[in-house]
């Protein structure tokens, strides 16, 4: 768990930066504790929880600093490809789907979500668990609630982790995530934790730092509420014809038997599928490569609004394919 320095370096640190702004300026972190203790409970946190979540609790200086620092480099779709979905974790993510093949089959059969898909969403977003965040996710929200960066927004996720206490699901000192507050191997935020996650092994906890069997089943839930359609793959990838008219057919949303009449192809020349599919012609920026993507595309989107995201999950999902 990552330890926090103590107040007054916090302090020294942020206002150097400028990161305190607005009502929280006039504030010591103390008495933003003591004010926000009254705003948790009004919202259903019990006391006990409440004092035993902020016992001893300071804010963290690195959560500031990574917040001012999230990147700006723009990543070709290549190179965020190689990045997240290398040749190693499509081969561990080969392994850990015929490893959990029946449980897989179960919950994918439950919630109407291919296995492939649960495995490809894990492996994107903790590597398949081995990348859940170390920190204290009551301090990294409290300190970005406290820090004036998107109060609101923070806050509210931050009530909603010490519900997730307050339930029984994790101890205060066991609440470990993203520095910005993403919980367990699925990374789900705490408002999500609350709305989705599933206690698929009936321990009484929904585990997604520890069960696989809740990771797996909160991970389909989430997609079957965002209307995941079953039978139907999320896209592909496609050649274009020569001299095709890009400008008014990015975006467009057509069926796959007008783009075949459009010389769309599959990206191995072959003819596109005869199903009744609607798909949009997605190019991203700063690539060559064309794909028609399928409603199943947006499904993906709404876990992340990444489109790089939201390909890395389907390029990975058809590797992960027998």
Not at 35 to 63: C, I, K, N, W, Y
Not at 110 to 128: C, H, K, N
Not at 299 to 309: V, Y
């Amino acid at each position: 768990m990552t330890r926090a320095p103590i107040l007054s370096f916090f302090l020294a640190l942020v206002l150097v930066a400028g990161s305190i702004n607005g009502a929280a300026a006039n504030l010591s972190f103390e008495q933003w504790v003591r004010q926000f203790r009254s705003e948790a409970l009004a919202q259903g946190v019990s006391p006990a929880t409440f004092d035993a979540a902020f016992a001893g609790l300071q804010p963290m200086p690195r959560v500031i600093e990574l917040f001012e620092r999230q990147p700006e480099v723009k990543l070709t779709l290549e190179e965020y490809l190689g990045r997240v979905v290398p040749a190693t974790r499509i081969e561990r993510g080969r392994q850990l789907l015929a490893e959990n093949k029946a449980l897989l089959d179960r919950i994918g059969a439950f919630y109407g979500v291919p296995p492939r898909l649960i495995v490809a969403l894990w492996g994107v977003e903790s590597d398949f668990g081995r990348r859940q965040g170390e920190y204290n996710v009551v301090a990294a929200l409290s300190t970005l609630s406290w820090s004036g960066k998107r109060a609101a927004f923070f806050k509210q996720e931050l009530i909603a982790a010490l519900k997730i206490i307050d339930q029984g699901h994790a101890a205060p000192q066991n609440l470990l995530g993203s520095w910005a507050g993403a919980l367990g191997q699925c990374q789900f935020m705490p408002s999500n934790f609350l709305r989705l996650t599933v206690d698929h092994d009936g321990d009484g906890r929904r585990d997604i730092w520890n069960s696989r069997a809740d990771v797996f089943a909160s991970i389909a839930n989430y997609m079957n509420k965002v209307n995941w359609r079953s039978g139907q793959t999320w896209g592909r990838e496609v050649r274009l014809p020569a001299k095709f008219d890009l400008k008014s057919n990015l975006n467009a949303r057509r069926t796959l038997e007008q783009w075949q009449k459009l010389g769309v192809r599959k990206e191995d020349g072959g003819d596109l599928p005869t199903a009744a599919f609607t798909a949009q012609l997605l190019v991203p920026q700063t690539s060559s490569r064309a794909f028609l993507v399928y409603e199943n595309h947006r499904a993906i989107l709404a876990w992340n609004r990444s489109t790089f995201f939201a390909l890395a999950v389907g390029q990975l999902m058809d590797a992960l394919e027998d």
